[in-house]
């Protein structure tokens, strides 16, 4: 009787994880060099988030999205050209020293061996921890955006608050779909934009993002929608399911009725992947964030593992489409095959697209409050710890994540410390008194997402096929 295998090979030489920008364009270019390359993800189509459903997409979404959103299609375009494996609706769950994947798709687990990986998963919203985050009815910004791309659905009786560009993106994008924001809620501190002007000259290297972000916030004052600037102490309101917001602005209380609230605070690299597999990270005080130590190719501390896109350090979708080109040549080099386009040029467009980033980290680096909520706020959704239970675990003597982990589960339920990871090392951090890089993040154990009993029961090892 012949064995059954998996849907794809079961060995490659180079696996790619994550279908966004940077993995389709990893894909295309390392199948174009003729590496047996399988790019597994967990969507239904190619996209990732930033290009969700780019290919099936409608003419009416396509107009709100604007032509940034509808570029990736060329990226999928290509990677269905390529002789790229694409295994879609496959869910990593661990991967060993030596580069053996187990993933799950359609509820039996496989195997996949890799000469060399890279890691494209993106990046995840920052955590935005405030009273009545966890009420009906409150999402992420993206989370709204993801629902319009997805299916056509615009959230009406909204109110976005936080910072950063993604907030007035699809404030703008809810306004060209005729349903704008009740609201616009904007945390950015005071004197921020002068603390981001001695980064302007650079900046003007991407002029085209400024005149972009200049649009966004026309576009939805033209809609008239209200913007609150310099807000603070938010708090979601409603006995059950959320019924507004009340924040200060400008020194003045203020309440706004409305039936969802979306939060956004910018994002940061997704480092589960990263962190299960023992990359060297540091704390990057500019994006506030956690990042994989990388070279200029994104090959990690780690033999043969590379990491390309947001995954990376917060850059957008053009730069994580070079990045994904840059870390496939250098694989495919080490390979012994001849890269198709010259890695200093490559370097050079990732150089010029990165220009704005320092002056968009000054302007919308999270507000101090951000990251150190009240005592009575929860921090792990998962398991309902709130910020004064951590503190009292550090004052207890536990020094890090982990060992809060242990006092009190934070971390350890479905979202495996993605929304609470980095505040929960934050308020440690500050509790101590200590650098990020000393205080750490959580140690990340397989399985990387939850998995069920079956998928576990159907679990198929890789194996050759009789001849």
């Given at each position: 009787m012949t064995p059954k295998t998996n849907?794809?090979?079961h060995s490659c030489d180079l696996a790619i994880i994550g279908a966004g920008p940077a993995g389709?364009?990893?894909?295309?270019?390392?199948?174009?060099?003729?590496?047996?390359?399988?790019?597994?993800?967990?969507?239904?189509?190619?996209?990732?988030?930033?290009?969700?459903?780019?290919?099936?997409?409608?003419a009416q979404r396509k107009q709100v999205l604007g032509s940034d959103y509808t570029a990736g299609g060329a990226l999928a375009a290509a990677l269905r050209a390529s002789d790229a494996v694409y295994l879609p609706r496959s869910t990593v769950w661990n991967i060993s020293s030596k580069r053996l994947i187990d993933y799950s798709l359609d509820g039996t687990s496989f195997?996949?061996?890799?000469?060399?990986?890279?890691?494209?998963?993106?990046?995840?919203?920052?955590?935005?921890?405030?009273?009545?985050?966890?009420?009906?009815?409150?999402?992420?910004?993206?989370?709204?955006?993801?629902?319009?791309?997805?299916?056509?659905?615009?959230?009406?009786?909204?109110?976005?608050a936080g910072s950063g560009p993604l907030l007035w993106l699809v404030a703008s994008q809810m306004v060209a779909a005729g349903s704008p924001p009740v609201a616009?809620?904007?945390?950015?501190?005071?004197?921020?934009?002068?603390?981001?002007?001695?980064?302007?000259?650079?900046?003007?290297?991407?002029?085209?993002?400024?005149?972009?972000?200049?649009?966004?916030?026309?576009?939805?004052?033209?809609?008239?929608?209200?913007?609150?600037?310099?807000?603070?102490?938010?708090?979601?309101?409603?006995?059950?399911?959320?019924?507004?917001?009340?924040?200060?602005?400008k020194g003045q209380r203020r309440t706004v009725s409305a039936r969802h609230v979306a939060l956004h605070q910018g994002v940061v690299p997704n480092p589960q992947i990263t962190r299960l597999l023992g990359c060297d990270h540091y704390w990057d005080s500019k994006q506030h964030c956690f990042r994989p130590v990388t070279s200029a190719c994104g090959l990690t501390s780690v033999e043969h593992v590379y990491v390309a896109g947001d995954g990376a350090g917060i850059m957008?979708?053009?730069?994580?489409?070079?990045?994904?080109?840059?870390?496939?040549?250098?694989?495919?080099?080490?390979?012994?095959?001849?890269?198709?386009?010259?890695?200093?040029?490559?370097?050079?467009?990732?150089?010029?697209?990165?220009?704005?980033?320092?002056?968009?980290?000054?302007?919308?680096?999270?507000?101090?409050d951000v990251m150190s909520?009240?005592?009575?706020?929860?921090?792990?959704?998962?398991?309902?710890?709130?910020?004064?239970?951590?503190?009292?675990?550090?004052?207890?003597?536990?020094?890090?994540?982990?060992?809060?982990?242990?006092?009190?589960?934070s971390g350890m339920g479905p979202c495996q410390g993605r929304v609470c990871g980095l505040v929960v090392a934050t308020i440690i951090a500050q509790r101590r008194?200590?650098?990020?890089?000393?205080?750490?993040?959580?140690?990340?154990?397989?399985?990387?997402?939850?998995?069920?009993?079956?998928?576990?029961?159907?679990?198929?090892?890789?194996?050759?096929?009789?001849?």
């Amino acid at each position: 009787m012949t064995p059954k295998t998996n849907p794809g090979p079961h060995s490659c030489d180079l696996a790619i994880i994550g279908a966004g920008p940077a993995g389709m364009a990893a894909a295309a270019t390392a199948a174009q060099v003729g590496l047996k390359t399988v790019i597994l993800d967990e969507g239904d189509r190619p996209g990732g988030q930033i290009y969700r459903d780019v290919e099936q997409t409608t003419a009416q979404r396509k107009q709100v999205l604007g032509s940034d959103y509808t570029a990736g299609g060329a990226l999928a375009a290509a990677l269905r050209a390529s002789d790229a494996v694409y295994l879609p609706r496959s869910t990593v769950w661990n991967i060993s020293s030596k580069r053996l994947i187990d993933y799950s798709l359609d509820g039996t687990s496989f195997q996949l061996q890799a000469s060399a990986i890279i890691v494209a998963t993106g990046a995840v919203e920052r955590p935005f921890p405030i009273p009545g985050w966890t009420k009906p009815g409150v999402t992420t910004v993206g989370a709204l955006q993801i629902l319009f791309k997805s299916s056509g659905i615009v959230e009406e009786d909204a109110i976005l608050a936080g910072s950063g560009p993604l907030l007035w993106l699809v404030a703008s994008q809810m306004v060209a779909a005729g349903s704008p924001p009740v609201a616009v809620v904007e945390t950015t501190p005071p004197r921020r934009l002068q603390a981001a002007l001695p980064h302007i000259l650079g900046a003007l290297r991407g002029h085209h993002y400024l005149r972009k972000g200049l649009s966004l916030i026309r576009a939805v004052r033209r809609a008239k929608v209200p913007v609150f600037k310099d807000a603070t102490n938010l708090e979601v309101i409603g006995d059950q399911d959320a019924t507004g917001l009340q924040f200060i602005s400008k020194g003045q209380r203020r309440t706004v009725s409305a039936r969802h609230v979306a939060l956004h605070q910018g994002v940061v690299p997704n480092p589960q992947i990263t962190r299960l597999l023992g990359c060297d990270h540091y704390w990057d005080s500019k994006q506030h964030c956690f990042r994989p130590v990388t070279s200029a190719c994104g090959l990690t501390s780690v033999e043969h593992v590379y990491v390309a896109g947001d995954g990376a350090g917060i850059m957008g979708a053009i730069s994580a489409d070079l990045q994904g080109r840059l870390a496939a040549q250098d694989i495919a080099t080490s390979m012994g095959k001849s890269p198709p386009e010259r890695s200093d040029r490559l370097a050079a467009k990732l150089t010029k697209d990165a220009a704005i980033r320092p002056f968009l980290e000054a302007l919308y680096a999270p507000a101090p409050d951000v990251m150190s909520p009240a005592d009575a706020v929860t921090v792990c959704r998962c398991e309902d710890i709130t910020a004064g239970a951590i503190r009292d675990a550090v004052d207890l003597g536990a020094p890090g994540p982990n060992q809060v982990k242990s006092y009190l589960r934070s971390g350890m339920g479905p979202c495996q410390g993605r929304v609470c990871g980095l505040v929960v090392a934050t308020i440690i951090a500050q509790r101590r008194s200590v650098s990020m890089d000393e205080t750490g993040y959580f140690r990340i154990r397989p399985p990387l997402k939850p998995l069920t009993l079956q998928e576990l029961a159907r679990f198929q090892p890789t194996q050759e096929l009789d001849p």
